[in-house]
Nanobody
Framework: VRLVESGGGLVQAGGSLRLSCLVS????????MGWYRQAPGKQRELVAA???????NYIDSVMGRFTISRDNAKNTVYLQMNSLKAEDTAVYYC???????????????WGQGTQVTVSL
């Protein structure tokens, strides 16, 4: 399984970005997908996840600001990020696993990461 993220960049606080992750796998619709992030000096943390059936979950700090979605026809998962804050600055990673429980704890596949920088 190969994952390639895109869409990161520099944005002012209060702005928006949409991250995309193209997944090279024959049965994308069977996979749970997640977005993680790692800020400098901090551990990597789960931001949001979406099950194969579409159920989603989010960490509290992004609830109401970020939306994870998937397009199975395009083998792509998205993270729409609105009302961005300086503390959202991090490298964002796409992750995949067969099960939702697995993608939220120990994903089996990772992308290379994309930098998101939010300036004040």
């Amino acid at each position: 399984v190969r994952l390639v993220e895109s869409g990161g960049g520099l944005v002012q606080a209060g702005g928006s970005l949409r991250l995309s992750c193209l997944v090279s796998v024959f049965t994308f619709e069977d996979y749970a997908m997640g977005w993680y992030r790692q800020a400098p000096g901090k551990q990597r943390e789960l931001v949001a996840a979406i099950a194969s059936g579409g159920n989603t979950n989010y960490i509290d700090s992004v609830m109401g600001r970020f939306t994870i979605s998937r397009d199975n026809a395009k083998n792509t998962v998205y993270l729409q990020m609105n009302s961005l804050k300086a503390e959202d600055t991090a490298v964002y990673y796409c992750a995949a696993a067969r099960l939702m429980m697995q993608v939220t704890t120990a994903p089996t596949s990772w992308g290379q990461g994309t930098q998101v920088t939010v300036s004040l």
